[in-house]
């Protein structure tokens, strides 16, 4: 047989175009995750960060009124449990930061990049693949630690009030602005004293201070109702969401800034300067000209969607006591901005940081 009637070789066959290969398979995930479980010291600061302040001052507490229950209180109180709370909030955010930091950074740091892409993988997929391999990470610590701290607040906390102490007048509970106006109209006396009018003020003027006082006395009314009562179980579950979407938040923004710069050092410290100093100064002070900027801020953002139990007795600044959301009440001292733009800036932050990582991953030189 002659070469010509050889039959032709034929070329070979391009392989087939998988549809989603940008998703990323649960083996890499997996893999990611393993990954950051493996690096121990960041490991040891996560739990130091989130978890040991918290079991570190429940437990002295159990401990010491156990021991000595007439000079020390219960485990549990509003006061502890506002303050640990917010404390997690604050170290959550910081330790999600520096997780999706690591997760953003690492395959640089360590050179391994490169040989991840030559694989052939899609580099979108790899990105994908860091959000839930460090959210499986950040989100049960943090859960499981806020879980133990309302147990102790529930069954070892003090008992719950059966009245609100109004400017020391004892007030009873649950009223509505209405009940309460019609409570201080039948104690002329307990109200009187919540006004300057005077040694001996006529039944008229007290109903003249109480009508036009109102909104003031139901807010602060309010205020002491929820600060000095124990958060009741669905309370607590909206400050468990809210937590788990504050330190979200940090890992997904720490993991794109540190997709985009490439240094784990460098994204950690600016967003302590951004956690620790620029939020608490812009989420206080109004800023001529700058009130717009200042709302662009994700922690503005989330002030004002902190829950009540969170912020009891702050206002909203100059325009007035917070908005409520969902249960919550801005820990705001600037006018709150609308709902709508609260949700677009938290959104924004979560998707415009997510695209920026993946777009910088997507285009770094192997």
């Known amino acids: 047989m002659t070469a010509a009637a050889l039959p032709a070789a034929?070329?070979?066959?391009?392989?087939?175009?998988?549809?989603?290969?940008?998703l990323p398979s649960w083996p890499l995930i997996a893999t990611k995750h393993l990954e950051l479980r493996k690096r121990r010291g960041l490991m040891i600061a996560l739990v130091?960060?989130?978890?040991?302040?918290?079991?570190?001052?429940?437990g002295l507490r159990l401990i010491f009124h156990a021991v000595a229950p007439a000079t020390n209180g219960p485990a549990g109180?509003?006061?502890?449990?506002?303050?640990?709370?917010?404390?997690?909030?604050?170290?959550?955010?910081?330790?999600?930061?520096?997780?999706?930091?690591?997760?953003?950074?690492?395959?640089?740091?360590?050179?391994?990049?490169?040989?991840?892409?030559?694989?052939?993988?899609s580099r979108l997929a790899l990105y994908l693949a860091r959000i839930p391999a460090g959210l499986a990470i950040i989100l049960p610590l943090v859960a499981l630690t806020?879980?133990?701290?309302?147990?102790?607040?529930?069954?070892?906390?003090?008992?719950?009030p059966t009245?609100?102490?109004?400017?020391?007048?004892?007030?009873?509970?649950?009223?509505?602005?209405a009940e309460l106006q019609n409570w201080l109209r039948q104690h002329p006396q307990?109200?009187?004293?919540?006004?300057?009018?005077?040694?001996?003020?006529?039944?008229?003027?007290?109903?003249?201070?109480?009508?036009h006082n109102s909104a003031i006395l139901y807010e602060n009314y309010s205020s002491d109702e929820v600060a000095d009562a124990n958060p009741p179980i669905n309370e607590m579950a909206k400050i468990g969401l809210w937590l788990e979407l504050e330190v979200g938040i940090g890992f997904m923004v720490g993991l794109g800034l540190g997709s985009l710069t490439g240094q784990r050092t460098v994204t950690v410290i600016v967003l302590i300067g951004l956690?620790?100093?620029?939020?608490?100064?812009?989420?206080?002070?109004?800023?001529?000209?700058?009130?717009?900027g200042q709302r662009l801020v994700v922690g503005v953002a989330m002030d004002q969607l902190r829950p009540a139990a969170l912020a009891p007795g702050t206002g909203g600044g100059p325009g007035g006591p917070g908005r409520v959301l969902f249960g919550g009440r801005g820990?705001?001292?600037?006018?709150?901005?609308?709902?709508?733009?609260?949700?677009?800036?938290?959104?924004?932050?979560?998707?415009?940081?997510?695209?920026?990582?993946?777009?910088r991953m997507m285009t770094r030189d192997a």
Request: net charge negative.
């Open 10 to 22: 034929a070329a070979p066959a391009a392989p087939p175009r998988r549809i989603g290969n940008w």
């Open 190 to 211: 307990q109200a009187a004293s919540e006004f300057p009018l005077g040694p001996a003020p006529t039944t008229a003027e007290i109903d003249s201070a109480i009508g």
């Open 331 to 359: 820990a705001l001292g600037i006018p709150p901005m609308p709902t709508w733009a609260m949700i677009a800036v938290i959104v924004g932050w979560i998707v415009g940081w997510s695209a920026i990582g993946a777009w």
């Open 48 to 58: 130091l960060l989130t978890v040991a302040p918290t079991v570190l001052v429940l």
């Open 77 to 121: 109180s509003p006061d502890v449990f506002q303050a640990l709370t917010n404390l997690m909030a604050e170290f959550g955010f910081l330790s999600a930061a520096a997780l999706g930091a690591s997760a953003g950074t690492t395959d640089l740091s360590e050179g391994m990049f490169r040989h991840l892409v030559i694989t052939g993988r």
């Open 163 to 177: 009245s609100v102490a109004l400017n020391g007048v004892s007030v009873p509970e649950h009223f509505d602005q």
């Open 146 to 160: 806020f879980a133990a701290l309302c147990l102790v607040t529930s069954y070892a906390g003090a008992p719950q």
């Open 275 to 292: 956690e620790i100093i620029v939020t608490p100064i812009l989420a206080a002070h109004v800023i001529p000209y700058f009130i717009d």
